[in-house]
């Protein structure tokens, strides 16, 4: 399994969102896929963001997890091809979330969306 590297910073950014023990922490590639997407990023840029959800609303589109210092982190398989190069999020003195590889950058603001705002996107 791989590990999902996170600094300090991250962990606690995170650690804010997540109210409770039912939660599940998913890296989201948002490609239009799944039933939090409406659509895809209609771009050249990959495009990553952090979903929290109950663990009993997780769309099984998310079928493999990264390892992460806050637990297992789901993510769409397919989505590995990013992510197998010893990911690491970090933060930068802005406050973003950058997402890199041993490859390069992958994104530059990975945004957090919790559960409220799911719920209100899957409908």
């Known amino acids: 399994m791989t590990t999902l590297q996170m600094s300090q910073d991250v962990q606690a950014r995170l650690k804010k969102h997540m109210t409770n023990d039912n939660e599940q922490l998913i890296l989201d ?8 997407s ?49 990911p690491e999020l970090n933060m930068n003195k802005f406050g973003l979330i950058s997402l890199k590889t041993a490859a390069g950058i992958i994104d530059t603001n990975v945004e957090i969306l919790d559960h409220p705002e799911m719920v209100a996107t899957a409908k």
């Open 38 to 86: 409406k659509v895809g990023v209609c771009s050249l840029d990959v495009s990553f963001r952090f979903l929290i959800v109950n663990k009993s609303d997780v769309d099984p589109i998310y079928d493999e997890a990264l390892a992460s210092p806050l637990g297992p982190v789901l993510i769409k398989g397919y989505a590995d091809n990013f992510l197998n190069e010893a």
């Open 29 to 36: 590639f948002d490609d239009g896929v799944g039933a939090y």
